[in-house]
């Protein structure tokens, strides 16, 4: 079958033995294969035992409070991978901001610039975005050239619609491994879910 990403003209293929009848691999990574490259800011080994997906928002202020202990949580183990995929749900700034980490990807700037995004005190303005630009050297004009592409726009929907269809309501959304938590739960609390 072909499932279509609203308000785009992508269409992801896939076929209903492998996305849902086929269990020789989990829902959570077959959500991650689904997702090009580019779409997908990761921190620790792509092996890895555990595999934490974070549905997120830029402007969520509670995907901006979990984001230091995710960090903290696959540095300290080895055997994590945590996984940030966009879902931009709470403003047009949002969908920019998501395009714009997936344009900056393309660069080689992408885990760089979303943990700046998160870093920033106070709330995120212009003055404040093009410093991170500037501070990451990121190619500003292609940068913006990128952003207005098709494919850019079709990566940030698919994640969107992908984190839709797997239940999330808002954000954070998280997969811990194959258990689904909707909303904020403090990473001490999920730690048990992993091997």
Known sequence: I????????????????????????PFHLKILEAIPENG?????????????IEFMDYFCGYCKKIHPELIELAERRDDTRVVFLQHPILSQSSEVIAAMVVAANIQGK?????????EISGSLNQEKLNKIID?????????MIDIGRDEIKNIVKLSSFLAMGS???????????????GGYVPVNQFEKFLK
Do not use: Y
């Not at 992408?110 to 998160?118: V, Y």
């Open 2 to 25: 072909f499932v279509w990403i609203p308000n785009s003209n992508a269409f992801a293929e896939m076929t209903l033995e492998k996305s849902i009848f086929d269990n020789t691999q």
């Open 40 to 52: 997908k800011i990761q921190i620790g080994p792509e092996n890895a035992e555990n595999t934490i």
């Open 110 to 118: 992408g885990n760089e610039f979303h943990n700046a995004l998160f």
């Open 135 to 143: 501070d990451l050297d990121i190619n500003k004009n292609k940068l």
């Open 167 to 181: 239940g999330s309501r808002g954000t954070p959304a998280l997969f811990i491994n194959e258990e689904f938590l």
